[in-house]
Protein backbone atom coordinates (compact mmCIF):
# COMPACT_ATOMS: atom_id res chain seq x y z
CA UNK A 1 0.00 0.00 0.00
CA UNK A 2 1.32 2.83 -0.98
CA UNK A 3 1.10 6.54 0.58
CA UNK A 4 -0.51 9.19 -1.70
CA UNK A 5 -0.84 13.25 -1.49
CA UNK A 6 -2.52 14.73 -3.91
CA UNK A 7 -2.73 18.41 -4.67
CA UNK A 8 -6.39 20.29 -6.36
CA UNK A 9 -7.76 16.94 -5.23
CA UNK A 10 -11.96 17.80 -4.60
CA UNK A 11 -12.92 17.93 -8.63
CA UNK A 12 -11.84 16.91 -12.27
CA UNK A 13 -8.45 15.03 -12.74
CA UNK A 14 -7.92 15.48 -9.09
CA UNK A 15 -10.94 13.62 -7.81
CA UNK A 16 -10.12 11.21 -10.56
CA UNK A 17 -6.71 10.47 -9.11
CA UNK A 18 -8.05 10.33 -5.70
CA UNK A 19 -10.79 7.46 -6.83
CA UNK A 20 -7.82 6.01 -9.01
CA UNK A 21 -5.42 5.63 -5.83
CA UNK A 22 -7.98 4.28 -3.25
CA UNK A 23 -9.14 1.82 -5.98
CA UNK A 24 -5.09 0.84 -6.25
CA UNK A 25 -5.85 -0.04 -1.70
CA UNK A 26 -3.57 2.85 -1.14
CA UNK A 27 -3.81 5.47 1.35
CA UNK A 28 -4.58 8.98 0.03
CA UNK A 29 -4.54 12.21 1.56
CA UNK A 30 -6.02 15.45 -1.05
CA UNK A 31 -5.76 18.98 -0.94
CA UNK A 32 -8.40 21.17 -1.69
CA UNK A 33 -8.51 25.02 -1.83
CA UNK A 34 -12.41 25.95 -1.51
CA UNK A 35 -15.27 23.09 -2.17
CA UNK A 36 -15.88 22.29 0.67
CA UNK A 37 -19.08 19.87 -0.51
CA UNK A 38 -17.26 18.50 -3.23
CA UNK A 39 -14.26 17.66 -1.02
CA UNK A 40 -16.36 15.87 2.02
CA UNK A 41 -18.46 14.69 -0.66
CA UNK A 42 -15.12 12.90 -2.01
CA UNK A 43 -14.00 12.40 1.72
CA UNK A 44 -16.87 10.07 2.25
CA UNK A 45 -17.03 8.38 -0.31
CA UNK A 46 -13.38 6.90 -1.07
CA UNK A 47 -12.06 7.68 2.74
CA UNK A 48 -9.35 9.74 1.35
CA UNK A 49 -8.20 12.04 4.04
CA UNK A 50 -9.10 16.00 2.91
CA UNK A 51 -7.07 19.17 3.77
CA UNK A 52 -8.21 22.43 3.47
CA UNK A 53 -5.42 24.80 2.26
CA UNK A 54 -4.31 27.08 -0.40
CA UNK A 55 -1.00 25.88 -1.35
CA UNK A 56 -0.21 29.09 -3.87
CA UNK A 57 1.09 30.25 -0.02
CA UNK A 58 4.30 28.59 0.95
CA UNK A 59 3.29 28.37 4.85
CA UNK A 60 0.19 26.39 3.83
CA UNK A 61 2.02 24.20 1.63
CA UNK A 62 4.00 23.03 4.14
CA UNK A 63 1.20 22.85 6.86
CA UNK A 64 -0.89 20.94 4.03
CA UNK A 65 1.89 18.60 3.62
CA UNK A 66 3.07 18.14 7.79
CA UNK A 67 -0.56 17.09 7.95
CA UNK A 68 -0.60 14.66 5.03
CA UNK A 69 2.74 13.08 6.16
CA UNK A 70 1.26 12.93 9.98
CA UNK A 71 -1.88 11.51 8.94
CA UNK A 72 -0.31 8.69 6.13
CA UNK A 73 2.86 8.04 8.08
CA UNK A 74 4.66 9.56 5.36
CA UNK A 75 4.27 10.23 1.49
CA UNK A 76 5.41 7.55 -1.07
CA UNK A 77 3.44 9.58 -4.29
CA UNK A 78 3.38 13.06 -4.59
CA UNK A 79 0.83 14.27 -7.06
CA UNK A 80 1.25 18.21 -8.19
CA UNK A 81 -2.17 18.65 -9.48
CA UNK A 82 -3.51 22.18 -8.37
CA UNK A 83 -4.29 24.53 -10.98
CA UNK A 84 -6.79 27.37 -12.33
CA UNK A 85 -6.94 28.71 -15.92
CA UNK A 86 -8.43 32.02 -17.37
CA UNK A 87 -8.56 33.53 -20.88
CA UNK A 88 -7.58 36.91 -21.17
CA UNK A 89 -5.88 39.11 -23.61
CA UNK A 90 -1.80 39.29 -22.67
CA UNK A 91 -1.84 42.94 -22.37
CA UNK A 92 -5.38 42.80 -20.00
CA UNK A 93 -3.48 40.34 -17.61
CA UNK A 94 -3.28 42.14 -14.06
CA UNK A 95 0.28 41.73 -11.93
CA UNK A 96 -2.34 40.16 -9.53
CA UNK A 97 -3.61 37.78 -11.75
CA UNK A 98 -0.04 36.90 -13.02
CA UNK A 99 1.21 36.09 -10.04
CA UNK A 100 -1.79 34.35 -8.64
CA UNK A 101 -1.72 31.89 -11.84
CA UNK A 102 2.24 31.22 -11.34
CA UNK A 103 1.80 30.80 -7.86
CA UNK A 104 -0.96 28.18 -8.12
CA UNK A 105 0.54 26.49 -11.09
CA UNK A 106 3.84 26.42 -10.29
CA UNK A 107 5.12 27.57 -7.16
CA UNK A 108 2.41 25.12 -5.39
CA UNK A 109 4.68 22.47 -6.71
CA UNK A 110 7.45 23.96 -5.85
CA UNK A 111 6.48 24.29 -2.18
CA UNK A 112 5.04 21.13 -2.37
CA UNK A 113 7.36 18.89 -3.20
CA UNK A 114 10.38 20.28 -0.82
CA UNK A 115 7.99 19.63 1.78
CA UNK A 116 7.68 16.25 0.95
CA UNK A 117 11.09 15.74 -0.29
CA UNK A 118 12.91 14.99 3.25
CA UNK A 119 11.19 12.17 3.64
CA UNK A 120 11.24 10.51 0.40
CA UNK A 121 14.83 11.37 0.54
CA UNK A 122 15.31 9.44 4.02
CA UNK A 123 13.69 6.71 2.43
CA UNK A 124 15.54 6.53 -0.93
CA UNK A 125 12.64 6.27 -2.60
CA UNK A 126 9.55 7.86 -3.93
CA UNK A 127 7.54 9.26 -6.89
CA UNK A 128 6.87 12.92 -7.69
CA UNK A 129 4.20 13.41 -10.65
CA UNK A 130 3.84 17.17 -12.51
CA UNK A 131 0.53 17.64 -13.89
CA UNK A 132 1.21 20.17 -16.75
CA UNK A 133 -0.99 21.11 -19.82
CA UNK A 134 -0.19 20.91 -23.74
CA UNK A 135 -0.31 24.62 -23.88
CA UNK A 136 2.75 24.23 -21.60
CA UNK A 137 4.34 22.57 -24.77
CA UNK A 138 2.81 24.73 -27.43
CA UNK A 139 1.77 28.02 -25.83
CA UNK A 140 -1.86 29.13 -26.51
CA UNK A 141 -2.97 32.84 -27.64
CA UNK A 142 -5.11 34.34 -24.46
CA UNK A 143 -3.59 32.27 -21.79
CA UNK A 144 -0.06 33.85 -21.88
CA UNK A 145 -0.27 33.41 -17.93
CA UNK A 146 -1.62 30.03 -17.82
CA UNK A 147 1.03 28.54 -20.75
CA UNK A 148 3.73 30.07 -18.87
CA UNK A 149 3.11 28.57 -15.81
CA UNK A 150 2.49 25.20 -16.93
CA UNK A 151 5.45 25.51 -19.31
CA UNK A 152 7.62 26.02 -15.71
CA UNK A 153 6.80 22.59 -14.94
CA UNK A 154 8.39 21.39 -17.48
CA UNK A 155 11.59 22.80 -16.07
CA UNK A 156 10.98 22.18 -12.68
CA UNK A 157 10.46 18.55 -13.19
CA UNK A 158 13.44 17.65 -15.50
CA UNK A 159 15.80 19.93 -12.87
CA UNK A 160 14.09 18.12 -9.45
CA UNK A 161 14.30 15.06 -12.00
CA UNK A 162 18.59 15.62 -11.75
CA UNK A 163 18.72 16.66 -8.43
CA UNK A 164 16.74 13.57 -6.70
CA UNK A 165 17.58 10.77 -9.19
CA UNK A 166 20.42 9.65 -6.84
CA UNK A 167 18.41 9.47 -3.70
CA UNK A 168 16.18 6.55 -6.10
CA UNK A 169 13.32 9.79 -6.59
CA UNK A 170 11.62 9.51 -9.70
CA UNK A 171 9.75 12.95 -11.10
CA UNK A 172 7.44 13.33 -14.00
CA UNK A 173 5.27 15.18 -15.54
CA UNK A 174 1.76 14.44 -17.68
CA UNK A 175 0.47 17.40 -19.65
CA UNK A 176 -3.16 16.94 -20.28
CA UNK A 177 -4.88 18.41 -23.71
CA UNK A 178 -8.59 19.26 -23.40
CA UNK A 179 -10.15 16.90 -20.87
CA UNK A 180 -14.24 17.22 -20.10
CA UNK A 181 -13.86 19.05 -16.65
CA UNK A 182 -15.29 22.38 -14.70
CA UNK A 183 -12.31 24.26 -16.03
CA UNK A 184 -13.61 23.29 -19.60
CA UNK A 185 -17.17 22.93 -19.25
CA UNK A 186 -17.54 26.70 -20.06
CA UNK A 187 -16.41 26.65 -23.30
CA UNK A 188 -19.37 26.73 -25.67
CA UNK A 189 -20.26 23.99 -28.45
CA UNK A 190 -18.43 25.78 -31.85
CA UNK A 191 -15.18 26.19 -29.36
CA UNK A 192 -15.21 22.18 -27.81
CA UNK A 193 -16.27 20.96 -31.54
CA UNK A 194 -13.18 23.24 -32.69
CA UNK A 195 -10.73 21.55 -30.65
CA UNK A 196 -12.30 17.76 -31.00
CA UNK A 197 -11.37 18.47 -34.83
CA UNK A 198 -8.25 19.59 -34.28
CA UNK A 199 -7.12 16.75 -31.64
CA UNK A 200 -6.04 13.37 -33.80
CA UNK A 201 -8.41 11.21 -31.91
CA UNK A 202 -11.25 13.21 -32.58
CA UNK A 203 -12.60 13.92 -28.87
CA UNK A 204 -12.02 15.20 -25.79
CA UNK A 205 -10.28 13.34 -23.36
CA UNK A 206 -11.47 12.05 -19.46
CA UNK A 207 -10.34 12.67 -16.39
CA UNK A 208 -9.47 9.10 -15.72
CA UNK A 209 -7.21 8.83 -18.61
CA UNK A 210 -5.03 11.34 -17.06
CA UNK A 211 -5.11 9.30 -13.72
CA UNK A 212 -4.03 6.09 -15.24
CA UNK A 213 -1.17 7.82 -16.97
CA UNK A 214 -0.51 9.49 -13.29
CA UNK A 215 -1.01 5.98 -11.93
CA UNK A 216 1.31 3.97 -14.46
CA UNK A 217 4.66 6.92 -13.54
CA UNK A 218 3.68 6.26 -9.69
CA UNK A 219 4.83 2.87 -10.21
CA UNK A 220 6.75 0.05 -9.94
CA UNK A 221 6.63 -0.89 -13.71
CA UNK A 222 7.65 3.16 -13.97
CA UNK A 223 11.09 2.75 -11.68
CA UNK A 224 13.89 3.56 -14.64
CA UNK A 225 11.41 6.72 -16.16
CA UNK A 226 12.44 9.81 -14.77
CA UNK A 227 12.27 13.62 -15.74
CA UNK A 228 10.04 12.83 -18.69
CA UNK A 229 6.51 14.25 -19.70
CA UNK A 230 3.92 12.31 -20.81
CA UNK A 231 1.57 14.15 -23.41
CA UNK A 232 -2.25 12.44 -22.47
CA UNK A 233 -4.00 15.04 -25.08
CA UNK A 234 -5.20 12.93 -27.86
CA UNK A 235 -2.24 13.86 -30.21
CA UNK A 236 -3.02 17.58 -30.15
CA UNK A 237 0.30 18.73 -29.52
CA UNK A 238 2.03 16.37 -31.52
Not at 196 to 215: H, K, N, Q, S, Y
Amino acid sequence: MRRVLISGGSRGIGRALVEYFRAQGDAVAFIYRQSDDAAAELSAKTGARAIRADVSDPDEARRAAGLAIETLGGVDVLVNNAGIAQIKLFTDVSDEEWRRMIDTNLSSAFYLSRAVAPDMISRKSGRIVNVGSMWGKVGASCEVHYSASKAGLRGLTMALAKELGPSGITVNCVEPGVIETDMNAALDEETRAALCDETPLCRMGAPEEVAAAVGFLSSEEAGFITGQILGVDGGYAI
